[in-house]
């Protein structure tokens, strides 16, 4: 067995829906070194809106290889195709570290004995789990969930998998806690949720952040995640518990679903602001995608909407607004993107992921195409 300074670290980026997983994973790749780096990047929906947005980033590396694992979680339903692309990027000589952002619903805990159980079956592992980052918002948390997570920390009896014990089963283990968007919430607030993290995780460093900013060293060079230490010090017994009893299915145990939206034609602004601000459905935990504007054919628009916030930015252009001496070097870069051109729009397209529990999809897609125009 090869010693940790001889792996490949591989740095686990966790967190419920809307936290700022990708936000984060953006950041970093900005700032830190990029040559020898693979990204695994996990979606629950069939389509990887995730993947998509970091493609996007004008800091990525031609050389950067990104594996993309969606329809499912790596802690449950897509844990072998995760690790069968662990070890094959183990093996190649050029990838020397390898970041994994996993899906808004993947425990964590269910990960790292995924990676136990490599460990024990492979007679060289050249891989070893360095970090599990686990994103919090804040303002979420303070909002929606720190009521319920109390109750849960103090009652004796644990109910059923649910949301609550999801976010609870993400803080519990990890060791290092990036606290989202915290320019949200004013300081006896965010003491309020750093006290509840700490009596779930006593031993994760707890990082303060806005707009997913933080230094790399705290993730890359700080304190290395221990398997027994983060089990120790944590609640992590009830987590195992309900992860023992989680039927096949996995995600669906804990009554959340998702489908896609697709559509080539533009959105009218107006109305679809409206839909969001007036109309939008309370059964939708979380929704993100890229969408366009009729009035604005250049720009990609990143909607996201988690718990009671929604917002629509600009992110990047569409690569049909590009000169096509542009566009041929994305092609090359990315021939998927020719493959899957349009000879009226280009790469424009509204793809929007929704996830939530309880909802009516056809009535919710109704109201998503009566926003759709033409374009000017």
């Known amino acids: 067995m090869f010693q940790k300074s001889e792996k490949k670290p591989v740095t686990l980026i966790t967190g419920?829906?809307?936290?700022?997983?990708?936000?984060?994973?953006n950041e970093l790749l900005k700032m830190e070194e990029l040559e020898g780096l693979a990204l695994i990047v996990n979606d629950m929906g069939s389509v990887n809106i995730d993947a998509s947005l970091v493609k996007k980033n004008k800091g990525l590396s031609a050389d950067t290889t990104m594996v993309e694992l969606q329809n499912g979680c790596i802690c449950c339903t897509l844990q072998d195709a995760f690790m069968d692309q662990i070890?094959?990027?183990?093996?190649?000589?050029?990838?020397?570290?390898?970041?994994?952002?996993?899906?808004?619903?993947?425990?964590?805990?269910?990960?790292?004995?995924?990676?136990?159980?490599?460990?024990e079956r492979k007679r060289k592992s050249y891989v070893y789990l360095s970090s599990i980052v686990t994103v919090v918002d804040a303002d979420r948390i303070y909002t929606e969930f720190l009521e319920g997570m109390e109750q849960n920390i103090t009652s004796e009896s644990v109910e059923g998998p649910d949301i609550i014990n999801l976010v609870m089963d993400q803080i519990e283990f990890c060791n290092v806690v990036i606290l989202n968007k915290c320019d949200l919430l004013e300081q006896e607030k965010k003491d309020k949720v750093k006290e509840m993290i700490h009596q779930l995780q006593t031993e994760a460093d707890i990082i303060e952040s806005i707009h997913g900013k933080v230094d790399p060293?705290?993730?890359f060079n700080g304190r290395k995640f221990d398997y027994e230490e983060v089990l120790q010090s944590s609640l992590l017994q009830?987590?195992?518990?309900?992860?023992?009893?989680?039927?096949?299915?996995?995600?669906?145990?804990?009554?959340?679903?998702?489908?896609?939206?697709?559509?080539?034609?533009?959105?009218?602004?107006?109305?679809?602001?409206a839909f969001v601000e007036e109309d939008y459905p309370g059964e939708l935990i979380r929704t993100k995608g890229y969408i366009w504007f009729a009035d604005d054919d250049s720009y990609v628009q990143l909607f996201e909407q988690a718990?009671?916030?929604?917002?629509?930015?600009?992110?990047?252009?569409?690569?049909?607004?590009?000169?096509?001496k542009e566009q041929k070097e994305v092609f090359d870069q990315?021939?998927?993107?020719?493959?899957?051109?349009?000879?009226?729009?280009?790469?424009?397209?509204?793809?929007?992921?929704?996830?939530?529990?309880?909802?009516?999809?056809?009535?919710?897609?109704?109201?998503?195409?009566?926003?759709?125009?033409?374009?000017?």
Not at 311 to 324: L, Q, Y
């Open 16 to 25: 419920y829906l809307g936290s700022g997983k990708t936000t984060l994973l």
């Open 334 to 376: 990315y021939p998927e993107v020719r493959e899957e051109w349009d000879a009226v729009y280009g790469d424009r397209l509204n793809q929007i992921v929704f996830i939530g529990r309880g909802y009516n999809e056809e009535t919710i897609r109704n109201k998503v195409r009566t926003c759709l125009t033409e374009t000017k």
């Open 87 to 119: 070890d094959k990027l183990s093996k190649d000589k050029k990838i020397t570290k390898i970041m994994v952002e996993a899906s808004g619903i993947s425990n964590p805990a269910a990960i790292a004995e995924g990676f136990l159980a490599y460990e």
């Open 238 to 273: 009830k987590a195992l518990d309900r992860e023992h009893e989680m039927e096949a299915e996995g995600l669906h145990n804990y009554g959340i679903t998702s489908f896609v939206f697709e559509e080539k034609k533009p959105f009218d602004r107006k109305r679809f602001m």
């Open 307 to 324: 718990g009671r916030n929604a917002s629509v930015s600009k992110v990047s252009n569409w690569v049909a607004s590009f000169t096509e």
């Open 217 to 219: 060293d705290v993730i």
